[in-house]
């Protein structure tokens, strides 16, 4: 449980698909907490030295999650997450897309739909999450915007919070 973990993110931009998989050190349970409880997630979701800080919350089908990733500096970049379908403790998907502090979408930066699988693993959870976008310039977009670094750097965060 203690072997350190690597995010993959394989690009496939023909496809419009970002498929990212990382093993984390916690039963499935306590990785699909943090994935999908609102305290857990402002602990770990934004790339540290940013924070999240969550406006609303409801995790249930037809439910969406208002955030902002917040910088060093209080700038505030707000997020919303729209659950589409939750299977518990296995997987949820969920249309993702920058907004306004209400949750207006802002329908000129890049739309998500990520796909999250939680599998359990010999040595904890594997989460394999398969994001697709609308066109290649969207994928491409987010990608100059820094996702991989940040995502990435979230889920060192993750390993932190699920070793407390």
């Known amino acids: 449980m203690n072997t ?3 995010t993959t ?6 496809n419009k698909k970002l498929l990212i998989e990382r093993e984390f050190g916690g039963s499935p349970e306590q990785v699909w907490k943090a994935w999908t409880e609102r305290a857990l997630l402002d602990q770990w979701w934004a ?8 406006k609303s919350f409801d995790f249930k089908q037809g439910g969406a ?12 970049s707000f997020c919303r997450a729209d659950f589409k379908t939750i299977d518990p403790q296995k997987s949820f998907t969920a249309t993702d897309a920058f907004c306004d502090e ?3 979408d802002h329908q000129d930066f890049p739309h998500m739909h990520w796909n999250n699988e939680f599998i359990e693993t010999e040595s904890g959870t594997k989460v394999i999450t398969e994001i697709t ?10 990608l100059e915007m820094g ?6 750097a979230a889920h ?3 390993d932190e919070l699920l070793k407390e």
């Open 133 to 142: 976008f609308p066109s290649e310039e969207d994928l491409k977009k987010t």
């Open 47 to 54: 790339p540290k030295p940013w924070k999240t800080e969550t």
């Open 65 to 76: 999650w208002i955030y902002a990733m917040v910088g060093p500096d209080g700038t505030k």
């Open 102 to 104: 209400s949750g207006v």
């Open 156 to 158: 060192s965060n993750l």
């Open 4 to 6: 350190l973990q690597q």
């Open 9 to 14: 993110i394989e690009k496939d931009v023909a």
């Open 147 to 152: 996702f991989e670094e940040g995502f990435t």
